[in-house]
């Protein structure tokens, strides 16, 4: 099973927001960049932004792809279309109860992601 995610890396004043997955979810305990599946006939711009708006409470106002990484979790294979984003309203927070927090870019080594997103730390951290 092939699953289209989109995910945003939102970034402030050399900080970015992260959030940690529920742990009764896929990769749960893991800290994610907030994002979910693009629905039937949904493209990944679009989804990125109804999941921004449902899981933290944003609008997006700016984003520009970052990069797509292909990934297999043997029982799960996602294709992640991240995308930073650098502008939007709204104080991004858990609205759905999860827990989140700015952390300054040097400082992502120090959380623990999914295995696909390591990729994606490496390029932030240059
Ligand atoms: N949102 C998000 N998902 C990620 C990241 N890295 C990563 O491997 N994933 C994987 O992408 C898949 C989809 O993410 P999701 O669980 O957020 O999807 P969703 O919001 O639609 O969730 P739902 O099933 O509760 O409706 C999961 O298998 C998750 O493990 C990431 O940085 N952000
Ligand atoms: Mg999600």
């Excluded at 970015?16 to 979810?25: E, G």
């Excluded at 939007?88 to 927070?93: A, D, I, K, Q, T």
């Amino acid at each position: 099973m092939l699953v289209r995610v989109a995910a945003g890396i939102i970034l402030r004043e050399g900080q970015v927001f992260i959030a940690l997955r529920s742990s009764d979810k896929h990769q749960g305990g893991l800290w994610e960049f907030p994002g979910g599946k693009c629905e039937e006939g949904e493209v990944s711009l679009s989804a990125l932004a109804r999941e921004l708006n449902e899981e933290c409470g944003v609008e997006v106002l700016e984003a520009s792809h970052f990069q797509t990484v292909a990934h297999d979790y043997g029982d799960k294979q996602v294709e992640l279309v991240f995308f930073t984003v650098t502008k939007f309203s709204g104080e991004p927070h858990g609205r759905e109860g999860q827990e989140v927090c700015w952390v300054p870019l040097g400082d992502l080594v120090n959380y623990a992601f999914p295995e696909a997103n390591r990729v994606i730390v490496e390029s932030l951290l240059k």
